[in-house]
């Protein structure tokens, strides 16, 4: 009996590590794209190429009418770009499972925006490792014309505050009240805030 229940959870076992091994970021099913960055090969957060992908998608399929979005986030820049290219093509968005800093900007873009049950949005303020900050410094201190970390330092403030400008933006600009809009800049960048989905609905953020 023991043996038989090992074998049928190892092919359980094997089954699921299949499926999770070869999920694609991007799939299309009639009218809908569905897009998840949690379990593909390549796996990171929303980047660029996303951004590329999302175009080429949704001028070759003209039917598309929805997309299901499953992020923990990845690039601002490129979820906002999202965001905006959904508003072009006027479709709805749907989050199930979750939607994370950078991919809320991507849900905002949709006409009418979905959360379905169990389904969570999280926001949290935006933050740059220090690591990386070297790394940028470094590699565009030329171009820049940065003559020492603090020349830098003079611009990060200037770019954050263009970032929260982008942010605010384009939140007012989908309807969402401007208090909820100030308040998803409250949580650390090592946290998380989810609101409760009657949040979300009277914020105007999820539509339906």
């Known amino acids: 009996m023991f043996m038989r229940d090992f074998i049928s959870f190892g092919v359980l076992f094997v089954s699921l590590f299949f ?3 070869t999920a694609q970021r991007f799939s ?11 379990y593909a090969a390549d796996a990171p957060g929303i980047n660029w190429d996303d951004v590329t992908e ?9 039917a598309i009418k929805n997309v299901v979005l499953e992020s923990e986030g990845g690039d601002l820049y490129a979820g906002l770009e999202i965001g905006r290219m959904f508003i072009d093509f006027a479709v709805d968005t749907k989050v199930t499972v979750f939607c994370e800093s950078a991919c809320t900007y991507a849900f905002l873009g949709g006409q009418n925006r979905i959360l379905g049950r169990g389904g ?3 926001f949290h303020r935006s933050w740059w490792a220090p690591e990386n900050m070297r790394s940028y410094y470094e590699s565009e201190k030329s171009y820049y014309g940065w003559k020492t970390p603090f020349d830098f330092s003079s611009w990060v403030v200037e770019d954050t505050q263009n970032d929260t400008y982008m942010i605010m933006s384009m939140m007012l600009e989908r309807g969402v009240d401007a208090a909820f809009a100030v308040e998803t800049l409250k949580a650390e960048p090592s946290d998380m ?11 105007n953020v999820v539509t339906e």
Do not use: C
């Not at 299309?28 to 949690?38: A, E, K, R, W």
């Open 28 to 38: 299309v099913d009639g009218d809908t794209i569905y897009f998840s960055t949690l």
């Open 120 to 122: 969570r949005l999280g």
């Open 54 to 62: 999302f175009d080429n998608l949704l001028r070759a399929n003209p």
């Open 193 to 203: 805030w989810y609101p409760y989905p009657k949040q979300l609905r009277t914020a």
């Open 19 to 21: 499926s999770i091994a």
